[in-house]
């Protein structure tokens, strides 16, 4: 296998844009799949559900069997090996230590003058619905990320779905994570059918509020279909990384980085962006020797990825490999530099910033403590990894006092009279005191 190369330099705008827009491009081309899936849900309910858990899941429910049972939660920690469990309490207690430091005291009041007091008042989303994907694997690491925000948060109602296996059953390891979240919740659903229920709410899986996690291409179309009417949380589609490089990194651990976000699948993207073409050509050579030794399907998916959206991109300097990730703003960045402290400071676009060679994608998508569900497909120019604040909102609360009412009153008619709302003003005008 060879990885494909390109020289920034010489792309045209076109081709840069090619690389900018990764997988995304490919979503828009589902929506009308997506589409019939979603009316279909809405219009059919439970029976739709358990329809598409056989024709896309190839698992057939009985009518009862959308819920997981209390049951199904009890036995999951036999079923899992002692490392398995204490792994996932590790991972757990970490993502809570973290997230712990982002739920603030519910109000902040601000004399903004003498008689205005204006207040920020914080509250818990009323419902949210948690998607855990497993299309590709096993994802615990998904469920703790979103749950332990959601419930630091105070939601009151948190739904999880997730795909069933063949059998009907669910990963044991999601429902012993949600266990240890405390999220009793958890629906044998996928895939935009998914989204679906939870915009629409069917006999078992309740509406809600706002829906949150990562999926594939079809649940992130799924939620440009659905967004006009429930909140679809960041956008959260293909895995997408890059690793900056110079000429200090070691090909080998550069190599085994770049790999860790290609193998989530066939429509992830992983780039090396390096001013060293030395350091290009020894992870060429490094990723072709280590290929062959990894398991299917991993290795068809980091195949079609470094021939698809991934590979490597050589740039002139350091300030331009930086400057190609800011404009790309990746999901996962990791620098492997002579001074990665000092890059990390002048990357404005990037979900998370890895620094050093010690501190793998691995890490941070499973134990770090700060959050792995990042904005995909170029939104981290505005959007950041969820936190305890997407289960919250906020209202202003204001209070004016007699004086503070007199003192503003003249203003704020001329600001209405400025404006041309007569209303506004003769609110104020014919206003006793």
């Known amino acids: ?20 827009r990764r997988s995304q491009s490919d979503i828009d081309s589902l929506r009308p799949t997506v589409t019939e899936i979603v009316e279909t849900v809405r219009r059919d309910g439970d029976a739709a559900l358990l329809r598409y858990a056989g024709e896309l899941d190839g698992a057939e ?38 997230h712990r430091s982002q739920v603030d005291e519910g109000m902040t009041s601000v004399q903004v003058r003498d008689g205005i007091i204006a207040t920020e008042r914080s509250t818990p989303i009323d419902s949210v619905g948690l998607y855990v994907p497993s299309g590709r694997g096993s994802f615990p690491s998904m469920l703790y990320m979103l749950a332990v925000p959601a419930v630091l948060a105070g939601v009151g109602t948190i739904a999880v779905t997730t795909p069933p296996r063949p059998d009907g059953t669910v990963d044991p390891a999601v429902l012993y994570a949600a266990h240890l979240c405390g ?3 958890v629906y044998r659903v996928g895939g ?48 997408e990384s890059i690793v900056l490089a110079d000429h200090s990194a070691d090909p080998h651990l550069v190599a085994l980085d770049l790999m860790i976000e290609a193998e989530h699948g066939s429509d992830s993207s992983a780039l090396l962006v390096t001013d060293d073409t030395a350091l290009a050509d020894a992870v060429a050579e490094q990723i072709a020797e280590i290929l062959p030794s990894v398991p299917e399907p991993r ?4 195949t079609d990825v470094f021939s698809g959206y991934g590979g490597i991109i050589v740039t002139a300097s350091l300030e331009e ?83 503070g009412y007199r003192e503003m009153r003249d203003h704020v008619i001329a600001l209405a009279d400025h404006e041309g709302f007569y209303s506004h003003a003769a609110a104020l005008r014919n206003r006793t005191d």
């Open 1 to 20: 296998m060879s990885i494909q190369r390109f020289e920034w330099s010489a792309l045209d705008n076109e081709q840069r844009s090619r690389i900018l």
């Open 61 to 98: 429910l009985a009518p009862d069997g959308i819920a997981v049972r209390p049951a199904e939660f009890s036995d999951a920690a036999g079923l899992l090996s002692a490392e398995v469990r204490a792994a996932l309490e590790y991972a757990v207690e970490n993502v809570r230590r973290f």
């Open 183 to 185: 999220v009793d919740r």
């Open 192 to 239: 935009a059918v998914a989204v679906a229920a939870l915009t629409w709410g069917t006999e078992t899986v309740p509406a809600v509020r706002k829906i949150v996690g990562p999926g594939s291409a079809y649940v992130a179309a799924a939620k440009r279909v659905v967004a006009d009417l429930v909140d679809v949380g960041l956008p959260a589609g293909p895995s």
């Open 299 to 302: 290795r068809t998916f980091l």
């Open 321 to 403: 490999s930086t400057a190609v990730v800011n404009t790309f703003a990746p999901e996962h960045l990791m620098l492997h530099t002579a001074d990665p402290r000092a890059l990390a400071a002048r990357i404005t676009n990037a979900a998370e910033i890895l620094i050093g060679p010690h501190t793998a994608f691995s890490l941070a998508n499973y134990a770090t403590g700060p959050n792995a569900v990042l904005p995909t497909g170029g939104w981290a120019h505005t959007w950041s990894p969820v936190s305890v604040r997407d289960f919250r909102k906020t209202a202003s609360i204001i209070e004016v006092t007699p004086e």
